[in-house]
């Protein structure tokens, strides 16, 4: 296994336009989490699956934002009307059914929006 | 609510110098306690952790200790090397939550020079 992928790894974008970002998580792994991280600051949860059920959003996920895991494998994160604000890196992580908080992190999408 | 305070950096230090980098937290359930490293270029990995007050986390020379009773997980190393040069993240999984996630800290950076 190749461990979590994310894609694009970088998107430049104009200010009003969509985006979407892919993850691959671990084979195995049933559970699969978004985070974004700006510049200085620690990763901030923004939702999360066990398999194909969205079982928590964030506060900071707009109505602008829009995950989804229709078979419970891969992840797509859709921003709308992309905001100068929502330039970040955002992150994939998945883990295994044991609740235990140890998440394997993908490299990460980094979006700049223009 | 639950959150991570982490000693703001950046740390600069000399190979081989003693490393501490000062982890506080507050919780309001049963965390378990976590060290993720940011390689340049790469993605979140994790360090160490512990579960339990009193439990000590290892990996690759650095520990950190459970301390329940003021409530901090504080990383050390004996003697830094050039390739520990990374940003650290101190962690939090409350166990005791039906949330998924991780409330990380705003993570520190460490360069060490030959």
């Known amino acids: 296994d190749t461990g979590v992928s994310q894609d694009p790894r970088h998107k430049i974008t104009k200010r009003g336009q969509n985006v979407t970002f892919r993850c691959d998580p671990i084979?195995?792994?049933?559970?699969l989490y978004w985070y974004r991280q700006t510049l200085g600051q620690g990763p901030e949860f923004l939702t999360y699956?066990?398999?194909?059920?969205?079982?928590?959003k964030s506060r900071l996920l707009s109505d602008r934002f829009s995950a989804e895991r229709p078979k419970g494998s891969f992840s797509t994160l859709e921003i709308q009307r992309t905001e100068q604000g929502d330039s970040a890196m955002y992150l994939c992580?998945?883990?295994?059914?044991?609740?235990?908080?140890?998440?394997?992190f993908g490299e990460g999408s980094r979006l700049t929006v223009l | 609510g639950d959150s991570v305070t982490q000693m703001e950096g950046p740390v600069t230090l000399s190979e081989e110098a003693f490393l501490t980098i000062n982890c506080t937290y507050t919780a309001t359930g049963y965390p378990s306690l976590f060290w993720y490293v940011q390689y340049p270029g790469e993605g979140l990995q994790l360090l160490l952790k512990?579960?339990?007050?009193?439990d000590k986390g290892s990996n690759k020379g650095f520990e950190a200790t459970y301390r329940k009773e003021t409530t901090s997980f504080h990383l050390e190393k004996g003697s830094v090397q050039v390739s520990d040069s990374a940003v650290y993240f101190c962690a939090l999984f409350d166990r005791g939550s039906t949330l998924g996630r991780l409330y990380f800290g705003r993570g520190t950076q460490l360069t060490v020079w030959p």
């Open positions: 699956f066990q398999n194909e059920a969205q079982l928590e």
């Open positions: 512990a579960t339990k007050a009193d």
């Open positions: 084979s195995e792994h049933n559970r």
């Open positions: 992580a998945s883990s295994s059914w044991v609740d235990t908080g140890e998440l394997f």
